[in-house]
């Protein structure tokens, strides 16, 4: 009779003070083997002994499910693992367990559940650990230059990267999002910048290393067409926007007070769009007099005078109002209500 013998690979880790997705056990008739350098868990023995009955009971040419997938009761924490098909000697594919260090385990616990990997067998990543690295970037950071080369693909593990054409703002991408892969897709020059709204972790991969996850997971690459679909479109709907704009560009180069009053001394009509380090500010004109403000959860007077403290950021300026926006009353005298927010950033500044 053929020795009974099945690998189960842990797939989620729940504060488990152990064990991290990727380890792998072996459960024979009379041994429950844990990961190489790794304490026996006797919750978990227990669990296994009782699994193993069940498993024995079942048909011997019953085909195992690799999705199959079983809970530890939990102490502190709880792990939940899967069965591995019968012709898996292990966790990788050569038969010999991949030792990760502390580091490369608290990683891979992270970057198993974004949605890039979610679909890569975890015995997969743990594999290829070694080409992963872990990148901070602090807050105004340049990730990606557009017009230089990028090699590297980056996955969000926490914090906020924005995305730019120029003036123009494309998007806000957070944890669990990844960066680089228009550049790794159809060439190594970026077509936008990326750069970093706080401090952010991020994993980097390098291009030639991804190559091999896309090859093992065909979802992988579905996920990628998906995603390069969908920002190629939001970036062209990014762009057509500031195409029908009058007017745009960075703070840097015109103070929120100076761009207010260019606006009201042209009695302009319309919506000034202002982006401040990922948070959106809006300001509608109606003939150079301001009808309403809001920022964040300000609004009107009080968002006016937020705004007017701001030093970095890009706008844009886009005629035309919505029918009931032109009835709206003015929310103040304008040369009143920037003497007062001038007033108050000074104010703010002298006691810094």
Known sequence: MKPFIAHFEVVEDN??????????????????????NKE??????????????????????????????????????LIKFRLLPAETDGCSESGAEVILNV????????????????TVPPRHLRDMMEYFREERCRQGKILIRKGEPNL??????????????????????????????????VGNVAGATVSALEETVLVAIGGEYFNKIIEQSPSVQLFMAQLL?????????????????????????????ELFQILHMHQKTGVLTLHFSGREAEVAFREGCI???RYGDLENQQAIYAMLAEREGVYIFRTGLAPHQMKAAEIGDFM?????????????????
């Open 15 to 36: 504060n488990c003070p152990l064990y991290r997705v990727g380890d792998c056990f072996r459960l024979t008739q009379r041994s429950v083997s844990p990961p190489e």
């Open 103 to 118: 580091e490369q385990q608290a990683l891979l616990g992270q970057i198993v559940e974004c949605p890039l990997f979610r």
């Open 40 to 77: 026996v868990c006797l919750i978990l023995v227990r669990e296994m002994t009782e699994l193993l009955f069940v498993l024995l009971g079942e048909p011997a040419d019953q085909s195992p499910d690799q999705e199959r997938r079983f809970s530890c009761s939990g102490c502190t924490g």
């Open 291 to 293: 009808i309403n403000a």
């Open 229 to 257: 679909a969908e920002r190629l479109a939001r970036a062209n709907s990014a762009r057509a926007h500031s195409f029908e704009s009058c007017m745009q560009g960075r703070l840097k180069e015109m103070a929120p007070a």
């Open 152 to 185: 590297d693909l980056f996955v969000i593990l926490s914090g906020r990267l924005s995305v730019d054409d120029g003036p123009v703002h494309i998007t806000t991408l957070g944890p669990g999002e990844i960066c680089g892969e228009m550049s790794y897709l």
């Open 336 to 352: 009143a209500l920037l003497m007062e927010g001038v007033k108050r950033v000074d104010e703010s500044r002298e006691l810094q």
